[in-house]
């Protein structure tokens, strides 16, 4: 399964950037999706995650420090999933990475020492003071 990242890109302090991640069509519904970062020198660490189709609406989870400022959806009609990331400073830059799995749930996917099925290779943030 491929996962392709894109919207990394260079910006400002305070400003936006939208990242897509692109799955297979035929299962991506049954996904669960995270997104996770990696900074230069430090490990890679969760950052949201959403739930699989649901009839009730998708769950979400959120690391503290975006909470407020980014947020994860999915259109599982474009089998596509977003990270909208506002207000970013510059301790956001770093490697974005998407992952999936049909395992788990959007709440373990924050779990330390999860291991996730599916990652992509990642896209660049980079945000300027």
């Known amino acids: 399964v491929e996962l392709v990242e894109s919207g990394g890109g260079s910006v400002q302090a305070g400003g936006s950037l939208r990242l897509s991640c692109v799955a297979p069509?035929?299962?991506?519904?049954?996904?669960?999706m995270g997104w996770f970062r990696q900074a230069p020198g430090k490990e890679r660490e969760f950052v949201a995650a959403?739930?699989?189709?649901?009839?009730?609406?998708?769950?979400?989870n959120y690391a503290d420090f975006v909470k407020g400022r980014f947020t994860v959806s999915r259109d599982n009609a474009k089998n596509t999933m977003y990270l909208q990331m506002d207000s970013l400073k510059p301790e956001d830059t770093a490697v974005y990475y998407c992952?999936?799995?049909?395992?788990?749930?959007?709440?373990?996917?924050?779990?330390?020492?999860?291991?996730?099925?599916?990652w992509g290779q990642g896209t660049q943030v980079t945000v300027s003071s």
């Open positions: 069509g035929r299962i991506f519904r049954s996904f669960v």
């Open positions: 992952a999936a799995d049909l395992f788990q749930t959007a709440q373990t996917m924050s779990n330390p020492g999860r291991k996730l099925r599916y």
């Open positions: 959403i739930s699989s189709a649901g009839g009730g609406g998708f769950s979400t």
